[in-house]
């Protein structure tokens, strides 16, 4: 089941070719103003939130765009268990957060002192399974899951246990924490609810509770739908704001989707609709050209995403309709992932640590690592890790 399916089409409208320009100005004439000199997009930094929620908000928001240097993860744990062999198997290589977590891996095994392999999943359920079984072939003491399904790979998974491989996933199933079956150490992730509900904290924050909100997702995927399930129960939390259509857009069909379908929803919700956010920052890398085009000003619809991209710390830099990412500590998690092989190797149990959610805007991209293209916390992690493993 998908919940929320839009019931409107999301195929281009007639209207939209005929309208034209004129049109998508008219209907961007959105009572939001420009953004605040703090570059968090709020509508006016002096006003104060009309709906009961807001001071709560506020605040949640404003700690989750603070760039933290405290650690927050373990400070203790085993030493460094010796002359270990780990294979990551990612998804696809061209995925950016498989392979920004493969690096991070890579990095983590060099310090504590393993062998290190890295095998390309290549984006298909066959290839991953081929790749799988490449890995349990090469022997290895463990095998990380570069977001490779557990539940979809569960035949290669039980092999690998059954041979005393230890395995540990990163976005292998929707949720933190372990996976009794197939058996997975643990799995990594940022929580999708505590993700879903930043992206709709900022929305109300910074729109003082007169927001016009449209959410993209794919339910495809249990993680996607978890993180929108929590953005509209957070955006229909807020009384003043209005909870305008949440839309399946599979995340493989954005390039072809999104250009006409961002056109008729500025048509379609007239000066309502304020923001867009979804599940991916993918679906903004095919919108502002159209809105451009058109002559939409870049303050009238704002957009938010999630996990972090390079295309999305640049829009949010250049005040380019992007407001918002919630990204993924990608190298953080990807010496967690060593660190919790390291845990199971010594029969300890695992960490429990959760990265916190974390809102990039205008105001924060340049720090916790913006300019780079992607988040790496400044909270001393590598030290950290290190001086638990004695290396």
């Known amino acids: 089941m998908r919940p929320y399916r839009s019931t409107r089409s999301t195929r281009p409208l007639a209207a939209a070719a005929a309208a034209g320009t004129m049109l998508l100005l008219a209907a961007c004439s959105s009572t939001m103003g420009k ?3 703090g570059g968090d997009g709020a509508k006016n930094p002096s006003a104060s939130g009309s709906c009961s929620i807001y001071p709560a908000v506020r605040k949640a928001f404003d700690e989750a765009q603070s760039v933290s240097t405290t650690w927050t993860g373990p400070t203790t744990g085993p030493k460094a268990e010796g002359g270990k062999f780990i294979v990551y198997v990612s998804t696809d290589e061209r995925n950016g957060g ?14 504590i002192g393993w062998r290190f392999q890295i095998i390309d999943g290549k984006g298909t359920v066959s290839d991953q399974a081929a790749a799988l079984n490449q890995a349990i072939a090469l022997r290895p003491d463990g095998i990380v899951l570069g977001s490779v399904d ?34 997975v150490f643990t799995n990594l992730s940022t929580d999708p609810a505590v993700i ?24 495809q995927y249990k993680i996607a739908q978890l993180k929108a ?7 229909e939390e807020c009384s003043e704001c ?39 920052d993918g679906y903004f890398d095919y919108t502002t050209s159209s809105l451009l085009a058109a002559g939409v000003g870049k303050d009238k619809i704002h957009f938010g995403g999630q996990d972090g991209t390079k295309a999305a710390f640049q829009r949010i830099a250049a005040g380019d309709y992007q407001q918002a ?32 959610g974390h809102v990039v805007v205008a105001a924060n991209v340049h720090k916790a690592g913006g300019d780079s293209g992607t988040y790496d916390p400044p909270n001393g992690y590598r030290d950290h890790y290190r001086d638990i493993w004695g290396r």
């Open 98 to 111: 498989a392979h920004g977590v493969g690096q991070g891996v890579r990095q983590a095994a060099k310090a």
């Open 150 to 183: 557990a539940a979809g790979q569960k035949d290669a998974i039980r092999r690998a246990t059954a041979q005393g491989i230890k395995v540990v996933g990163w976005h292998s199933a929707a949720e933190p924490g372990p996976i009794a079956d197939p058996k």
């Open 35 to 37: 953004t605040s000199d």
């Open 229 to 235: 399930d929590a953005m509209r129960k957070r955006v």
């Open 242 to 280: 209005s909870m305008l259509e949440t839309i399946e857009v599979p995340v493989a069909d954005v390039s072809q989707r999104m250009p006409q379908l961002i056109t008729s929803l500025v048509q379609r919700y007239k000066g309502k609709l304020t923001h867009v956010i979804g599940i991916n």
């Open 325 to 356: 990412t919630i990204p993924e500590p990608l190298n953080l998690q990807g010496w967690q992932t060593v660190d919790e092989l390291n845990r199971a190797f010594a029969g300890k149990k695992p960490s429990g640590f959760a990265p916190p």
């Open 196 to 219: 879903g509900r930043a992206t709709s904290d900022w929305v109300i924050a910074t729109s003082h509770c007169q927001a016009g909100v449209v959410i993209l997702t794919d339910s």
